[in-house]
């Protein structure tokens, strides 16, 4: 059986080789993840490109997702590297302290604004949770701490306060010319770190179409701003991604688990994509198989109905990158054999155009007729979206012509693209080509029960008024 949920990999130092890659894709990578926080332009361009040869040569549609770093607040460096912090000892973040000049007594900070957003008695997280500094003051440039929690804080850590409130904007300079970056990369999603509202969604994808692009928009829900503004920002993106290092970091880890089922279902009605990531497969940057836990934080996901699953250090910077990979679609195709039918997700008010009436018809049909797969041809792939919010374990296969759109599909649920390049005789006969296509790639077979949908008009984006229930011929 066709895996259903997607998997998003991170590529890095051990996974942007030629051979890793291919390995990967073979394996059943369906978005490569790019991350900006790292690495030149040359390097990303150079990447872009290998992701795209190597898709072309395993004959799989992999799309390219482009992650902005942020507004990412750090510590700034230690002369050593690295200090210890004791518990009960006192420790200055200083706004106006050089760069490499930390110590056990304090250390710079990148956010030079941090001091006029911070007060007495509140709690500063660093290093994705592991050190809670108390703060005993602010004195001009200077935050005076305590260290409640210990331990080592090394160069560039992150800083958040506990329960979210920092105002640091959502796109920096370096996000402005990443966002130019991504467009020439042809990126076909690009992920905003640290949004606060549908503001910063709408800035970042008008940015990315004056540069030309023409991709789809991640919002990664980092801040407890985000989470209160949740269905702001799913109306203005196309995606969100559960990122649950820095979300934890701020509205506590105990809140994680609910604001997650929460986001999930929320996007699932509002024909949103999600993606679930951070520390799914922790353990697998050092061992070849996870723990118990992990196995169950990704079946859990899964069975929640995310699109999508998301792999970072494991493949960017781990030891196994392709067993890592291997075995988050083992754990994927275990929960989704454990999936019952949830044809009542279609039940809304109204819907809001014919497109979506007919996709919705379809799936709600094919849950109770009992057919093989669903197939769709489809140009701007608004039809296999609107069918992948409900949860099914039939496949649906999305025929276009547009390789963006097949590209972009890779990563709802359940839908798996195909693209082609159609003479005029076969797109006079689109229904018998879509077949043809289908059993020519071993998706289906004689005898095979296939709904099929397409529009009157071939080529044409937001015109699927048709639904056909088909019996597959022999040849």
Known sequence: MLRQTKIVATLGPASDGPRMLEGLIRSGLDVARINFSHG???QHLATGQLVRRQAERCGRQVALLCDLQGPKIRVAKFRRGQVDLQQGAEFCLDAERPAGDGDETGVGITYKELPEEVGTGDTLVLADGLILLQVLAVEGPRIRTRV??????????????????????????????DIRLAAEMRADYLAVSFPKSAEDLNLARKLLREAGGGGALVAKIERAEAVANIEGIMEASDAVMVAR???????GDAELPGVQKRIIRLARERDCVTIVATQMMESMIDSPIPTRAEVLDVANAVLDGTDAVMLSA???????????????????????????DMAAAVDRPRFGSRNESIAKAAMYTATHLGVTAL?????????????SRIRSDLPVYAITTREETARKSTLYRGVHPVHVKWDEKEAADPDNSAISVLKSVGAVAPGDTLILTRGDEPGVQGGTNTMKVLTVGAD
Not at 163 to 175: I, N, Q, V, Y
């Open 40 to 42: 030149s332009a040359d």
């Open 148 to 177: 409640k929690v210990g331990g080592t804080l090394s160069n560039g850590k992150g800083i958040n306060r506990q329960g979210g409130g920092l105002t640091a904007s959502a796109l920096t300079e370096k996000d402005r010319a």
């Open 245 to 251: 290092g820095d979300l934890a970091v701020e509205i």
């Open 314 to 340: 494991e493949t960017a910077a781990g030891r196994y990158p392709v067993k890592a990979l291997r075995a988050m679609d083992r754990v994927c195709r275990g929960a989704e054999s454990q999936w019952e």
């Open 375 to 387: 197939v769709a041809l489809t140009e701007s792939g608004s039809t296999v979206l609107w069918m």
